[in-house]
């Protein structure tokens, strides 16, 4: 299965670690998008869209990003997120609809803390301090493989659901 993994990393580098650690069991092709984009989809089955949430939704370039993907038929689509807080299934709302509209099926969804030190939470040196840790690339990694289908049984078995807290 072809790969690509798209992400936007603004604030610590914190979806950074966890495009990267994804990226290792998907044999994921990864791109920064503040760098490089992949000029075309075409030959990718699967396709990853991260980054750090900033006021309630994904990074305006990658929202832009993919309100101008070409329409496509029958490619699935996974959405990651760092945060400082709150819910990500809300935080998500929006990407998951603009891909569910360039005909993407979405086949999962990770998030995990992230470190933030935004605004006011400077005055107390940030919240969320080493997020992600070692336990959210490794959920990130399982998240990973349970897509790519090699260990998706184990992994729910083991209790691991595809959102950290
Ligand atoms: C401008 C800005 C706005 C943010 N808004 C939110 C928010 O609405 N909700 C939230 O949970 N975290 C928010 N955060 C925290 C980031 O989502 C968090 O630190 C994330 O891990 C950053 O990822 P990055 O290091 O990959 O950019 C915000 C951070 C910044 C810098």
Request: hydrophobic share 35%.
């Amino acid at each position: 299965m072809n790969t690509a993994i798209l992400y936007h990393s603004i604030h610590h580098e914190n979806t950074r670690k966890i495009a990267r650690a994804l990226s290792g069991p998907l044999g994921a092709d990864l791109y920064d998008i503040a760098i490089d984009t992949p000029g075309d989809l075409e030959h990718y089955d699967l396709v990853g869209f991260g980054s750090g949430i900033y006021f309630l939704r994904h990074s305006a370039l990658l929202v832009r990003l993919a309100e101008h993907l070409k329409p496509t038929y029958g490619k699935k689509a996974f959405i990651f997120s760092t945060r400082g807080w709150g819910p990500p299934f809300l935080y998500h709302t929006l990407l998951r609809r603009i891909l569910k509209t360039r005909g993407f099926s979405i086949a999962g969804e990770y998030s995990c803390r992230g470190f933030d030190t935004y605004g006011l939470l400077k005055v107390v040196r940030g919240i969320n301090k080493g997020r992600p840790n070692e336990k959210d690339l490794e959920r990130a990694a399982l998240f990973a493989l349970s897509l790519a289908g090699q260990t998706g049984q184990r992994a729910s078995q083991r209790g691991i659901t595809p959102v950290s807290r």
